[in-house]
């Protein structure tokens, strides 16, 4: 098409404002946090639209294609602290890893290793339980194997996990409170300094009354819904695991849409009750992705949780 005349232009920019759009950004250009400070709260898109930073690494940890996870190290010799990433998206195939590798590498450049498990989810073979469970399982357990090849600090490792992820990561830590003799129970807790969910699902059972899409998805992740899987739920349900026996950090948007404060607050609530060491770090003015945006002004909270639960050397 030609160019727009003046007249042109102006219904144009009329149009623009009576919609409420905005011009999208390059994908290049991350607004500065005082930007964003001003401006909504970070989108899926907005996430989605940067270049996906590579890792230094991409390694199987099983022989399902979806069984791999990505290694992104610090400079220097290490022996480098580790986190465990469990990435989100409502457990489903249609979101994979790539969408917290921002967080990772920006984690790595502040000096922590960072081990992002892909597993299988709901859409793919194997996905949803008890699949799903399995594979976090044993990609928490490949850490032995990746500290014999690469310079990791296995006395320095978090657990963290974002939305659906920070379910997994809890309910990692709550392994060894599984029936005996079931087959995803762990012998003991995890040798980890602590969790760090961020805006993680912490009840299954109430998350699933809702309406959102990751709410809808639970009842797809356990093949039924609280009431069809009763035992399912009480296996795979972080809030009736407890006591975890590690520190816990519920890092919370205020203004997050998809997963509440509620979740964060109840879980905190019963945890205490138990004695255990858990807080949450709740972030004004935040959503749900701000969490994951090393861009937003929410992301050195998020940092500093990772490296406080991580400690000194």
Sequence with gaps: GGRLGPAGAAACLAALALAGCALPQPPAEQPSPAARQATKNVSWGEITALAVPPADQRIAYGEDPLQFGELRLPAGAGPHPVVVFLHGGCWRSEYDLAH????????????????????????????????????????????????????????????????????????LAARHNLPAGHPLRATGPPRIRGIVSLAGITDLRRYAQGARGCNAAVSLLMGGGPMEQPQRYALANPIELLPLGVPLRLVQGAADPIVKLEQASAFV??????????????????GHFDLIAPFAPAWPAVQDAVLVMLGPD
């Excluded at 990746?146 to 600090?153: F, I």
């Design 100 to 171: 917290v590798s921002h967080a990772g590498a920006a984690l790595a450049r502040a000096g922590v290793a960072v081990w992002t498990p892909e597993y299988r989810r709901v859409g793919d073979a194997g996905g949803g339980w008890p699949g799903t469970f399995a594979d976090a399982a044993d990609a928490l357990a490949y850490l032995e194997v990746l500290a014999q090849r690469h310079a990791l600090n296995l006395d320095r490792v978090v657990l963290a996990g974002h939305s659906a992820g920070g379910h997994l990561a809890l309910w």
């Design 269 to 286: 609530e019963r945890a205490s009750a138990y004695g255990e060491e858990a807080q949450i770090d709740l972030i004004e003015g935040a």
